[in-house]
């Protein structure tokens, strides 16, 4: 089965700085790779995903993340983050093999933008 | 993507009683999930629901306390029964959606807002 690692609980950035989140998975065979973020109060949106092809991923909100499979690392990166940014962010993995029928999400890293 | 509504979106309840939690999809779709998020903590899933067919539940979760109904394709329910304090948690219903979708619960994800339960 598959599993994600988020090594950050918290992470606090300067507005206008950049920004990289980790994230490591385990899985035996090609993931599905994902990225949420969860505003205060609000549910989880989509900011980008790896399933094949291109191993860096734009996403919205300027978010865009590398599939680096010899470190079994999807990092989240911003190159200038803004106030609005600071939530909570999950990474999530899926699996490509029918044996494994789930999304498994990480513990979370919550984001502080410091003015 | 999907647009997901649910209801209520927070509440308060004593222990002992349930809660019966809505999830309304704005399309047709084959799967819908149940996840917890306790404070401060990830998702857990809960159970898997197609509709038809009862609910596939997630170990440590049971049909006793969890109940699901899936009516139709754009609707279903999870309701917490018997509360704690412990049951204290977001709920949230998600959908799996997109094109090419694999429908097999390890796609792309939509969520809802999610139901803030507290439990006294």
């Known amino acids: 089965a598959q599993s994600v690692t988020q090594p950050d609980i918290h992470i606090t950035v300067s507005e206008g700085a950049s920004l990289e989140l980790r994230c490591n998975y385990s899985y035996g065979a090609t993931p599905y790779l994902f990225w949420y973020v969860q505003s205060p109060g609000q549910g989880l949106q989509l900011l980008l995903k790896y399933f094949s092809g291109d191993t860096l991923v734009q996403g919205i909100k300027g978010f865009e993340a590398e599939f680096k499979r010899s470190q079994s690392s999807f990092n989240l990166r911003k190159p200038s983050v803004h106030w609005s940014d600071a939530a909570e962010y999950f990474c999530a993995v899926g699996a490509a093999s029918n044996r494994d029928d789930k999304i498994i999400f990480g513990k979370g890293t919550r984001l502080h933008i410091l003015p | 993507s999907a647009v997901i509504s649910q209801k209520p979106s927070r509440d308060i309840c004593q222990r002992g009683t349930s809660l019966t939690i809505q999830c309304q999809v704005d399309?047709?779709?084959?799967?819908m999930f149940w996840y917890r998020q306790q404070p401060g903590q990830s998702l857990t899933l809960i159970a898997t629901a197609n509709q038809g067919s009862e609910a596939t539940y997630e170990s440590g979760f049971v049909i006793d306390k969890f109940p699901i109904s899936r009516p139709n394709l754009t609707f279903s329910t999870l309701t917490v029964s018997n509360m704690s304090p412990e049951d204290s948690s977001i709920y949230l219903c998600?959908?799996?959606?997109?094109?090419?979708?694999?429908?097999?619960?390890?796609?792309?994800?939509?969520f809802g807002p999610g139901t803030r339960l507290t439990v006294l």
């Open positions: 998600s959908v799996e959606g997109g094109a090419g979708a694999n429908r097999k619960g390890t796609d792309t994800q939509y």
């Open positions: 399309s047709q779709v084959t799967m």
